[in-house]
C-alpha cells in the first residue's frame, strides 16, 4: 500500500513556465487536496476536489489549476511558474467527502521558481 | 483569514517533561486533529477530537477541546528526543470541505 505519492520531490523552474506535480493514492479516496507550505505560514489550502469530476478553489487558488478525471490521480498544474511560487507543495488524501478521517500526506515537493 | 493559531511559537523542553501546545481557532468546528511534521517530511496525523469531545488520549498524547473559548490542547507527556518536530493543528467546520491549518509549533527536546 503506497498511501499518496508525489512527483517530483524536487524540480527548479524558470519563471514563465509551466509544470504538473503528480498525486496519486490507492486508498480509493474520495477528498483530495493540495496545499503550499511556506515559513511562518502554515499550510495553505490551494484546490480541493470531493470526487472525480468535483473540484474547487481553496485559499490561495490563483497561479493554480487542478482536473480529477479519476478518484485516484490529483494533478497540479503552474500555468506560468513565478518566484511567488517557490514552496513545498503538499497533496493530502483522506476517506469520504468532508475530511473528518485522517488526512494522509504526500512526503512533498520542493519547488523553487528562479 | 480563518487560520488557526498555535501558541507558542517555538517550545524547547528537556527530555522527560511535559509539552503543552495550544491552538485557537476562529469558526465553529466539526472536529480538531493535531498532526506532526518532522523536517523535511509529510505531516503524520497524530489524533482527532470531535466537537462533541472534551478530552482524548493515544499513548502519551492528550487532546482536550474547549469550544466555548474555541481552543484546543495537545499534551505530550515524558517527552523523547524523537518527540522533536513541528505541530500543527488543523480543523473543518460546517458542511465546508475545507480542512484549514494552524501555523505550527517547532518543539524541541533536548536529550
Known amino acids: 500500500n503506497a498511501g499518496v505519492t508525489q512527483t517530483p520531490k524536487f524540480q527548479v523552474l524558470k519563471t514563465g513556465q509551466s509544470m504538473t506535480l503528480q498525486c496519486a493514492q490507492d486508498?480509493?479516496?474520495?477528498?483530495m487536496s493540495w496545499y503550499r507550505q511556506d515559513p511562518g505560514m502554515g499550510l495553505r489550502l490551494i484546490h480541493y476536489?470531493?470526487?472525480?469530476?468535483?473540484?474547487d478553489q481553496g485559499e490561495v487558488p490563483n497561479g493554480y489549476n487542478v482536473s480529477r478525471s479519476t478518484t485516484e490521480d490529483f494533478p497540479l498544474r503552474l500555468l506560468s511558474a513565478a518566484p511567488s511560487q517557490t514552496s513545498v507543495y503538499f497533496c493530502?488524501?483522506?476517506?469520504?467527502?468532508?475530511?473528518?478521517?485522517?488526512?494522509?500526506f504526500g512526503e512533498g515537493s520542493w519547488l523553487t521558481v528562479v | 483569514s480563518q487560520q488557526g493559531e498555535e501558541d507558542p511559537q517555538a517550545l524547547s523542553i528537556q527530555e522527560g517533561e511535559n509539552a503543552t501546545m495550544n491552538c485557537s481557532y476562529k469558526?465553529?468546528?466539526?472536529?480538531l486533529q493535531w498532526y506532526r511534521q518532522n523536517s523535511g517530511r509529510g505531516l503524520v496525523h497524530l489524533i482527532l477530537?470531535?466537537?462533541?469531545?472534551r478530552e482524548k488520549h493515544s499513548g502519551r498524547l492528550r487532546v482536550t477541546l474547549d469550544t466555548s473559548k474555541k481552543s484546543s490542547s495537545l499534551l505530550i507527556t515524558a517527552s523523547r528526543a524523537a518527540d522533536t518536530a513541528s505541530y500543527f493543528c488543523?480543523?473543518?467546520?460546517?458542511?465546508?470541505?475545507?480542512?484549514?491549518f494552524g501555523k505550527g509549533i517547532t518543539l524541541s527536546v533536548r536529550p
Open positions: 469558526t465553529s468546528i466539526n472536529n
Open positions: 476536489s470531493v470526487g472525480a469530476g468535483i473540484t
Open positions: 477530537i470531535r466537537s462533541n469531545e
Open positions: 493530502a488524501s483522506s476517506y469520504g467527502r468532508i475530511p473528518g478521517n485522517t488526512i494522509y
Open positions: 488543523a480543523y473543518t467546520g460546517g458542511a465546508n470541505s475545507k480542512l484549514t
Open positions: 486508498m480509493n479516496h474520495e477528498y
